[in-house]
T-cell receptor, first 111, second 115 residues
Framework: LAKTTQPISMDSYEGQEVNITCSHNNIATNDYITWYQQFPSQGPRFIIQGYKTKVTNEVASLFIPADRKSSTLSLPRVSLSDTAVYYCLVGSSGGSYIPTFGRGTSLIVHP | EPEVTQTPSHQVTQMGQEVILRCVPISNHLYFYWYRQILGQKVEFLVSFYNNEISEKSEIFDDQFSVERPDGSNFTLKIRSTKLEDSAMYFC?????????????FGPGTRLTVT
């Protein structure tokens, strides 16, 4: 089971780009990287997922280097509503999979 | 957009009582999950369910817990004899496919308070 490490907290200001890096040194060949966002008293919400290189959707980009031992979630031009906890999960797309949420990164966006 | 729903939103029960938390997953999903989150702590996996049986379960999911899909739409979590430490938010999630290769859709949660 790949263990993930993220910064506990980050601060940013409205309009800035935020990059949150997750380390997963023992990622396995079949593992995907998935990021979730959670607001207080709500369930986590899927943001983005990738396997290698770069993935972009309407809300974020995910950068994964060739060795896949880390990944970076990039949020362009954050707003106050992006204040949340962000979780990085690593796991196989099939077979045995136990979703493991770490402590996540608490992002606070300031006006 | 389809969504996962959970009832009740808040459940208060006395220690030792049985509770059943209900979830309606997204209709064409086949994989179902329960998680809990104690206030201020991380989201913890409890159990995954596919094809009418448990796929994986964590150490938290002991004999006091059970899951069931009683009909084609509901997915329930039962706690037989609640303890104070069971107080938490319980989230249900569903997915069209298993594993981490596929997005899980989470419900809004049920806040369980055991007194």
């Amino acid at each position: 089971l790949a263990k993930t490490t993220q910064p506990i907290s980050m601060d940013s200001y409205e309009g800035q780009e935020v990059n949150i890096t997750c380390s997963h040194n023992n990622i396995a060949t079949n593992d995907y990287i998935t990021w979730y966002q959670q607001f207080p008293s709500q369930g986590p919400r899927f943001i983005i997922q990738g396997y290698k290189t770069k993935v972009t959707n309407e809300v974020a980009s995910l950068f994964i280097p060739a060795d896949r031992k880390s990944s970076t979630l990039s949020l362009p031009r954050v707003s106050l509503s992006d204040t949340a906890v962000y979780y990085c999960l690593v796991g196989s797309s099939g077979g045995s999979y136990i979703p493991t949420f770490g402590r996540g990164t608490s992002l606070i966006v300031h006006p | 957009e389809p969504e996962v729903t959970q009832t009740p939103s808040h459940q208060v029960t006395q220690m030792g009582q049985e509770v059943i938390l209900r979830c309606v997953p997204i209709s064409n999903h086949l994989y179902f999950y329960w998680y809990r989150q104690i206030l201020g702590q991380k989201v913890e996996f409890l159990v995954s369910f596919y094809n009418n049986e448990i796929s994986e379960k964590s150490e938290i999911f002991d004999d006091q817990f059970s899951v069931e899909r009683p009909d084609g739409s509901n997915f329930t979590l039962k706690i037989r004899s609640t303890k104070l430490e069971d107080s938490a938010m319980y989230f249900c999630a569903s997915s069209g496919r298993g594993g981490n290769g596929y997005e899980q859709y989470f419900g809004p949660g049920t806040r369980l308070t055991v007194t």
